[in-house]
């Protein structure tokens, strides 16, 4: 009954997942690029910061680094879901607005298929755009006044199969193999309000994506001694075009004339994914105590990106858009009796987490000037949830606060709590009757 239960949460999550396709953002900086990137944690290290490349356990599934999948054991099936809620204040000047989002976030599991050998399947978000807002230029000199309305939909997922193998003992290696897709839509509205007339010109971007994505990991683990055990992690993403063709179109409507004026640009494979590269390493002391750093290097800074030349009024290919992305993530994990059959006290078998995480800009904003820079801290908690039939599932909860902002530009400071649930079930275990 209990597999027929999970394979039903299973399905329902997946489906439900599917159909979200991604988180939503309501940032305006996500009308740059792909859109605010997401960090792809999940809910067992979304508490430390998403760090991921040393992280390495049986009751956990680290997509991050598919290496880690070769530590599950042979009577485990792991299942974690997850959703989050988000409120964001936007500051410009004098200007202050708060806004609310919720959503269905993630969906992996984990498995042993053979010996040494894990499996993962699942379901994260890659990237979020959603905007919404207006803004009013005067003209120099002129009697003439710009009304320009922004707005923005889309993002973009990947559903992945991931394989980790011991080949050494102590030393691992795994791939995530992703079916790679989404959209977006951004649109620019402006009306030029004359003396005698109104000019209202509709600008709109659009893409389809349908592709793949491919990335690797390594892991190393050594005991320094009796107490305290080291493991080492890099991962590298392969950077590939996406096929998918940029599409622009221009309508500009003269109520003087009521003469409407269409025009369309289509710009083939303009996207690509960069060439990722990861590396980091996690200590683990006496099972209680796990504290780690990670750092992660994204090669955007050497693709074209479509962009509408102002000078040349022009729909073309632009090297200036995108820049080199860096992530320092330090994170820890600690749980006072790790040994269940000792553990006195309900809050001794509870893990505490912290973390803390500085990222740069993957983009260039208006001029050429550096995107937002992102600052996040934070924290949570792992309950084990015990009744009757389980005593090895989890429930995840985190908060963070983050703060992305740039130079004169809108500051952005977000309060999101994080919650999950990890199934971890014992599927393949013999019974035996006396």
């Known amino acids: 009954m209990n597999k027929r239960l999970f394979a039903t949460i299973l399905m329902g999550a997946v489906t439900l997942s599917g159909m979200a396709q991604v988180s939503k953002t309501l940032s305006p900086y996500s009308m740059y690029g792909l859109g605010v990137l997401a960090d792809q944690s999940q809910g067992f290290n979304r508490g430390m910061g998403g760090l991921s490349m040393g992280i390495r356990g049986g009751s956990i599934v680290n997509m991050k680094n598919p290496a880690s999948y070769s530590a599950v054991d042979s009577l485990t099936m792991i299942f974690d879901m997850g959703v989050r809620g988000q409120i964001t204040n936007f500051k410009e000047g004098g200007m202050s607005k708060n806004r609310k989002t919720a959503d269905f976030d993630y969906v992996v599991s984990l498995f042993r298929v053979m010996p040494k050998m894990g499996v993962s399947v699942g379901v994260v978000p890659f990237s979020n755009v959603g905007y919404d807002f207006t803004a009013t230029e005067n003209t120099p000199n002129s009697t003439l006044a710009s009304a320009m309305t922004y707005s923005g939909t889309g993002g973009f997922s990947q559903a992945y199969l991931g394989v980790g193998y011991e080949v050494l003992k102590g030393f691992s290696i795994g791939a995530n193999f992703s079916y790679f897709w989404g959209n977006y839509t951004k649109t620019l509205g402006v009306a030029a309000v004359g003396e005698s007339h109104i000019n209202v010109m509709l600008k709109g971007y659009e893409t389809n994506v349908s592709s793949y994505k491919l990335d690797f990991g390594a892991?190393?683990?050594?005991?320094?001694?009796?107490n305290n055990k080291l493991t080492v992690g890099a991962t590298f993403g392969i950077g590939h075009k996406l096929g998918a063709d940029a599409n622009m179109f221009v309508m500009n409507t003269d109520s003087e004339t009521a003469q409407v004026d269409t025009t369309t640009v289509t710009l083939g494979n303009a996207f690509q994914l960069p060439m990722t590269f990861g590396v980091g390493a996690a200590l683990v002391h006496k099972r209680s105590l796990t504290v780690g750093a990670d750092?992660?290097?994204?090669?955007?800074?050497?693709?074209d990106f479509p962009q509408s030349n102002e000078l040349s009024k022009r729909y073309e290919?632009?090297?200036?858009?995108?820049?080199?992305?860096?992530?320092?993530?330090?994170?820890a994990d600690w749980i006072p009796e790790p040994d269940p059959m000792v553990r006195r006290s309900f809050f001794k078998s509870i893990h505490y987490k912290v973390g803390a995480s500085y990222a740069t800009p993957y983009y260039n904003i208006r001029g050429g000037e550096k995107g937002p820079r992102e600052f996040v801290l934070s924290g949570g908690f792992a309950i084990p949830i015990i009744n009757s039939w389980n005593n090895r599932s989890l429930l995840n909860i985190s908060a963070q606060w983050v703060n992305s902002s740039a130079s004169n530009y809108i500051r952005e400071n977000s309060f999101r709590i994080n919650i999950g649930l990890t199934f971890n079930e014992r599927w393949f275990a013999k019974w035996k009757v006396d």
């Open 219 to 226: 892991q190393g683990q050594f005991a320094l001694d009796r």
């Open 295 to 303: 750092y992660t290097y994204e090669h955007w800074g050497n693709l």
């Open 317 to 331: 290919m632009s090297s200036s858009v995108l820049r080199d992305r860096h992530k320092i993530t330090i994170g």
